[in-house]
């Protein structure tokens, strides 16, 4: 099990994990329903991305831009992310009428 610890000691189980391709950044998916991005040269924490209502289990990098990662989650939630700035590139439309959990 992989685990990060938040700035108090407690831990988070990672459910994904994804490195930038120009090898700067890692993403981390956490089983709270937050991304944390981290500086893979210091190991400092740059943002943590608060969007996805339900587990995140999809984290990839863009081939052609290494500050893009698309992330998708059990809410039916696709969203493109700028992992430089923690900031939303772009909200994909759901896929799914309703959405999809392996609880339901």
Do not use: C
Request: aromatic content about 6%.
């Amino acid at each position: 099990m992989l685990v990060s610890y938040t700035s108090d000691g407690a831990r988070k189980k990672i459910s994904v994990v994804t490195w930038a391709l120009n090898d700067s950044r890692i993403v981390t998916a956490h089983h709270d329903n937050t991304i944390n991005i981290w500086d893979s040269a210091t190991g400092v924490r740059l943002h943590t991305l608060k969007v996805h209502q339900d587990q995140v289990v999809v984290l990839e990098t863009n081939p052609l831009d290494s500050r893009v990662v698309l992330s998708a989650g059990y809410d039916g939630k696709i969203i493109l992310w700028n992992i430089e700035t923690g900031t939303i590139i772009r909200r994909m439309p759901a896929l799914f009428s309703r959405p999809l959990s392996p609880r339901q």
